[in-house]
């Protein structure tokens, strides 16, 4: 049986999701918690495979299809080797991306059937959801100057992006009470802040 707490960053390019999440993670470990901090694609050593594939520049004609089933087999393995043990240990699980990625980028983004990427989503999940997912949300220009546009996905058009974005706001508000919303261009300092405060107030349910 699940024991431990589940906790995502999502958000376009150059949000900041790694950055808050690494902060987060350390901020845990200090307070004495057992944490495991991952990132999709990859956290294994075939899913780390994959990844190179993904974001690989040379692969310009991977079709929307095909990025979508290689996310999803990334994050099978991630679930089954990495996730669920750490979860039936009792530890925390911060996670730089997961199943509203899928959904955002391939979906929103990339025009897949929403519905159809949800239910191979909880195939390879297994149904796991987040406890509390943070939405770290940026002026997409502003986003994509912060990540120097460098891999496949970053590289893709502006329409795209907004696409994306759309997509996350879109997926906060029809799960409101798993979503925390966050202006990711205000002071690090008080993101860090709202970020702690709301993961403290999870775990002392």
């Avoid at 299809?65 to 996730?83: D, H, M, N, P």
């Amino acid at each position: 049986m699940r024991k431990g707490f589940f906790i995502t960053f999502e958000g376009s390019e150059g949000s900041g999701k790694s950055t808050h999440a690494k902060r987060l993670c350390n901020f845990l470990r200090r307070k004495g918690y057992a944490v495991v901090l991952l990132r999709e694609p990859g956290g294994t050593r075939i899913s780390e495979a994959i990844r190179n594939i993904l974001l690989d520049t040379k692969n310009k004609k991977i079709e929307v299809k095909t990025e979508a089933l290689l996310y999803l087999a990334a994050r099978a393995q991630l679930v089954k080797e990495k996730i669920i043990p750490a979860l039936r240990e009792g530890k925390v699980v911060i996670l730089d991306r997961f199943q509203d990625s899928t959904l955002a980028y391939q979906g929103y983004g990339g025009g897949l059937n929403l519905s159809f990427l949800k239910k191979l989503g909880d195939f390879v999940t297994e149904g796991l959801a987040p406890d509390l997912t943070f939405l770290l949300d940026i002026n997409i220009r502003e986003g994509l100057r912060r990540s120097g546009t460098s891999d496949r996905i970053e590289k893709k058009p502006l329409s795209f992006h907004r696409r994306v974005r759309a997509g996350y706001l879109a997926l906060a508000r029809k799960n409101p009470r798993r979503f925390f919303i966050i202006e990711a261009e205000k002071d690090i300092s008080l993101i860090r802040e709202e970020i702690e405060k709301n993961v403290l107030a999870l775990l002392a349910k």
